[in-house]
């Protein structure tokens, strides 16, 4: 692997421009709210009451600087892959032999979201933890997320044509011979694609959820319910969860395979729209008991909105839902599993599926189900806490549970 004194790149750290923050500012001053009546618990969307609170302090007391400096304590660089614009975050591991490894995000995610686990993974023994387990973390943006701005000249990115550029990135850019990969959501997809196509040159994958690869394609892709009925005959628990996951996944499925670019027009032109918009998810998607600020405090939301904001990507950023289903997911080879790589998986309580109540259940029905089935995985571990942001949320068991997935696999 390439040493950290010869690493190959100039970084370039991140700088939005002045007048970028003054243009975001102007815009947030003159936002006019809807008419939101009977809306307090959030039942309809976001409330009007709620983001007006949010909108004056991202206008008047949010400082990007400061989370720009933060950000900037990383190593940060952009570099052509395949003629693809990549931006990506490094942090050299400490420890006798530090295994490459790069962590993919999904959506409405940012690079940021990683930052609670990544010094942790860099350097075990600084919060107690053993030296042999430090990782080189590499953090790269999804193209057209975030920085270094919105992807421009390739309309069709999707999930599996991200993990070829990764595979680029970490053994031509960089030079690696061998890496290791981590993601959740769509980054969890990218990871399961490179276990997939390139497991000779992985020690393995450590992923979220356990989506099957193949979980967009199909003519109905959007309806996350698969067209599955509700029937009289179902436990009313069943029931209850049923609608509860539906009412969770489904617009948002919905819209942005079906109509993001629409939706795009007016998140592009209103910061205060925008930052609705991913309220939302990061609301119901967390597991917050009802109270976001248990999650993520409001300068940390903003922070994920204004890197969406002043890189005018919120439109590239959905694209990917579409052409997930648009240039469908096709297998390299026949053999089972699908995923060949070692893969690790950490589950959440949050997003049990219906008649599951505890983390013992959960696994079981993983490692017996058949999402089981695609993957060659040697450590299913579930926690009763965390939602959908699992390293932001439960730090402690990702990283707890992505060292163990790579013990007895590094070189």
Known sequence: MTPAAAFPLEPTPIRVPDQVLEDLRARLALTRPPLDEGNEDWSYGVPAGYLRELVAHWRDGYDWRAAEAAINAYEHYTVPVDGVPVHFLRKPGTGPAPVPLILTHGWPWTFWHWSKVIDRLADPAATGGDPADAFEVIVPSLPGFGFPGPLTGFPDINFWKVSDLWHTLMTQTLGYEKYAAGGCDIGGLVSSQLGHKYPDELYGIHIGSGLPLSFFNGPRAWDFARNSPLTDDQPADVRARVAELDRRWAPHLAVHMLDGATLAHGLSDSPAGLLAWLLERWNAWSDNGGDLASVFTPDELLTHATIYWVNNSIATSMRYYANANRYPWTPVHD?????????????????????????????????????????????????????????????????????????????
Do not use: C, K, M
Not at 349 to 370: D, L, M, Q
């Open 335 to 411: 053999r089972t599993p699908v995923v060949e790589a070692p893969v690790g998986v950490t589950l959440v309580g949050y997003e049990n599926p219906p008649g599951i109540h505890s983390a013992e259940e959960r696994v079981r029905a993983f490692v017996t189900g058949p999402q089981s089935r695609w993957f060659h995985h040697v450590n299913v571990t579930a926690h009763d806490r965390g939602g959908h942001f699992i390293p932001w949320e439960n730090p402690d068991a990702w990283v707890a549970d992505l060292r163990r997935t790579f013990r007895g696999r590094r070189p």
